[in-house]
């Protein structure tokens, strides 16, 4: 049973700002939002939220009292403005602004993105190929879509799909106006330029039949955003039809086609159950098939390459292994082993091509790449130079490609386009990004430190800084994790952050549980009841980097985002004495209230991520790290706090609330900080490249200034 909640006071004059005075006789005062009563009752507890009023969207006083705290943090962040925007135009000037994409075989055509300087948006476009279907970049553009054209008039806008049908005639893509991840769907005619008008709304993931005449997509509830329907529409006659329909409030679905485009699969999704269902591509008004009916605790999704299902399994294999089955008859009494599995190796997913097979691993924290020859069925590793790294399949559509592409980089090491000979493991470099004003990587070091946490695991940091950096807890460290959903954070090139390393700053990324980077078993040590893992390790992390004198408690400065930012609250109440400064980025730290309200986006399919708090034993331990009920009368570090007013991940009053709740306790004096975009923005901020780097430059500015860096 849900709680009951009730009002117990109105919502008239819930904000309080103090009477502006001249700026030479008083420092900024912070807004002061009043309390107004709210009872829930939970587990027969009487639970008063006296801010709950701040959830409240379309009442103007919540609006005001956002408004105020953004004025707020203006005043507070005034003196910044110079160093934010030199910082702003630094960052901008090792940019590359006019840019264009590695171009990608799909049929008869190119496809690639370009830049222009001044331009907020990608531009999408295609060439034909050239004589035996070599790139030829003398052939006639033709743009696909112009983002900064269909962006003309609006504040925000959001690409989703993009998919061209198989007779390369027609756009297939969705837009988002509003930050909400609301994205609406249309077809574009290539020949004619002609948009249609939308074809459906609040879609999540679309794909084309083979005939080029019918697709099929996938679209969300309107008021939890579970994707839960299927739908398919004969562009040529008729209605959309509903095909399926996901009832089980655990799991999501979405829709895709096989690399091969032989089949449309439609995947079921909870956090620890999978279900796959399959349609030949060619007979779209057929009924799909489920390979194997869900099974609590089985995962499985499937690849098909000639005449044969692919299909990664965690069953007795926590890991997942590989096996094959016929497309015919693919269930299990027919599977045989592909790969085997392995504890200490992560299988993350598969790509099939005519004659050969890749298959993505990860170990140590580190991803890997295996090639089979489907002739021969022998394997080869795919190599990398440096021994902190990361890479990703970068997507090869054509299904008799000979090369496989990925993207490489490290910490000091550019994003890298590389086409790796499929039958000799021969690696190409196509395109490195460019790094303008001299970047020289030999002036960087990158390493892998192993964390001993207090119950004897070892966490994985990886850590980058400028050579010279003294190692005597004078330097400041950065230091930045997320560790939630199974989400492994990659040591990835990040040009903002050279500003950081050319100031002496350390960058460290901890690779904590909850994510992925040491297997399957390193989320399950950190969700569920095993949730305070992520957050111990964490600061487990943070006194071992002060114990080796990477750093002091006063040069120490963290940053998280969204499950991220729950981790940064629930940090900085465990250990407030532990960091100088800390930016929590659209957090999740409302916890209890959130994962209470099962009509909220996100919260049920939640369940078994957090764990239902609908019962006892599960509700304890949540409160029990919850950053929101939580915070306590004492001394906090330096506090920003960012998010969007439109955020449909994690609601604005989250933040609003934590901020309003924290300040009427904190007993220091240093700055808690409110930054709210009201204008469209979504759960990554604002959606052109310009407005997010000047964003991105506002909270590097903050966070050096608290370890006095200004220049």
């Known amino acids: 049973m849900f709680p009951c909640s009730f009002r117990l006071a109105g919502l008239a004059a819930l904000v309080s700002v103090a009477p502006a005075l001249p700026a030479q006789t008083q420092p900024p005062v912070p807004p002061v939002a009043k309390q107004a009563d709210y009872i829930s009752f939970w587990h027969g507890e009487k639970v008063n939220d006296s801010w709950f009023w701040l959830r409240d969207k379309a009442n103007p006083e919540v609006v005001g009292y956002l408004n105020a705290e953004n004025a707020y943090t203006d005043s507070m962040t005034a003196d910044l403005k110079p160093f934010s925007e030199a910082l702003y135009q630094e960052m901008l000037g090792r940019i590359k602004q006019t840019d264009l994409s590695v171009p990608v075989r799909r049929r008869g055509y190119y496809y690639y993105a370009r830049t ?279 997507g090869t559509p054509e299904y008799t490609s000979t090369t496989f592409r990925f993207t490489y980089q490290s910490m000091v090491t550019p994003s890298s386009v590389y086409d790796c000979d499929l039958a000799t493991g021969k690696q190409t470099l196509l395109k490195q990004t460019e790094v303008l004003g001299g970047y020289d990587k030999s002036q960087y070091v990158t390493e892998r430190l192993w964390a001993p946490a207090r119950d004897g695991v070892k966490v994985p940091l990886s850590v980058v800084y400028r050579k010279g950096v003294k190692r005597d807890g004078s330097a400041p460290v950065y230091l930045y994790a997320y560790g939630s959903y199974g989400l492994g954070m990659s040591p990835t090139f990040n040009i903002p952050r050279l500003s950081l390393l050319d100031r002496g700053v350390v960058y460290v990324l901890a690779h904590i549980r909850g994510g992925n980077e040491l297997g399957e078993g390193w989320h399950d040590d950190g969700m569920l009841m095993k949730k305070m893992n992520t957050f111990t390790d964490f600061i487990d992390s943070a006194e071992f980097l002060v114990k080796e004198k990477w750093t002091a408690k006063e040069r120490l400065v963290i940053e998280g985002g969204s499950a991220g ?64 009920d939580n915070l306590a009368k004492k001394a906090y570090p330096a506090i920003l706090v960012t998010t969007s007013f439109n955020d449909s991940q994690v609601m604005y009053w989250e933040p609003a609330k934590y901020i309003a709740k924290l300040r009427s306790l904190k007993t220091d004096s240093n700055p808690l900080l409110l930054k709210i975009k009201m204008d469209p923005a979504g759960h990554g901020g604002a959606s052109g490249r310009y407005d997010a780097l000047k964003d991105r430059a506002f909270e590097l500015a903050w966070m050096l200034a608290q370890v006095g860096i200004s220049k």
């Open 116 to 394: 222009e300087e001044g331009k907020q948006y990608p531009i999408q476009c295609r060439r034909k190929a050239g004589e035996g279907g070599a790139y030829n970049p003398g052939a006639a553009e033709e743009v696909l879509l112009d983002q900064n054209e269909l962006a003309k008039g609006l504040k925000f806008l959001g690409l989703g799909d993009l998919v061209v049908s198989d007779d390369d005639r027609t756009l297939l893509f969705s837009t988002d106006t509003t930050g909400f991840r609301q994205y609406k769907l249309f077809t574009k005619d290539l020949a004619t330029g002609r948009v249609s008008a939308p074809l459906a709304e609040r879609v999540t993931s679309c794909t084309w039949a083979a005939d080029s005449r019918h697709i099929f997509f996938v679209t969300e509830d309107d008021v939890t955003k579970r994707s839960d329907r299927l739908w398919r529409l004969d562009l040529q006659a008729g209605k959309p039809e509903l095909v399926f329909q996901e009832k089980d409030e655990l799991y999501r679905i979405g829709v895709g086609r096989t690399k091969d485009r032989k089949y449309l699969v439609v995947e079921s999704q909870s956090t620890d159950t999978w279900e796959t269902r399959y349609l030949l591509a060619s007979q779209p008004k057929d009924a799909f098939r489920v390979l194997l009916p869900r099974e609590k605790g089985h995962k499985y999704d499937l690849e098909h390459r000639e005449g044969t299902f692919y299909i990664r399994t965690n069953r007795d294999a926590k890991n997942f292994r590989l096996v094959t089955a016929p497309a015919a008859t693919p269930d299990p009494k027919h599977w045989k082993t592909f790969v085997a599995h392995r504890p200490d190796v992560l299988i993350e997913g598969i790509e099939t091509f005519r004659d050969f097979v890749v298959v993505a691993e990860k170990s140590q924290a580190l991803s890997r790449f295996r090639i089979q020859d489907a002739k021969t069925g022998g394997w080869r590793d795919v190599t990398f130079p440096e021994s902190v790294y990361s890479a990703f399949p970068a």
């Open 565 to 628: 930012g729950l981790l940064m609250g629930a940090v900085t109440n465990l250990r407030p004495d532990l960091f100088k400064a800390v930016h929590s980025a659209v957090p999740f730290v409302d916890v209890m209230n959130t994962m209470m309200d099962a009509s909220l986006p996100l919260t049920v399919g939640e369940y078994l991520e957090w764990g239902n708090p609908n019962e006892k034993a599960a509700f304890d331990y949540m409160r029990a790290y919850s950053p929101y």
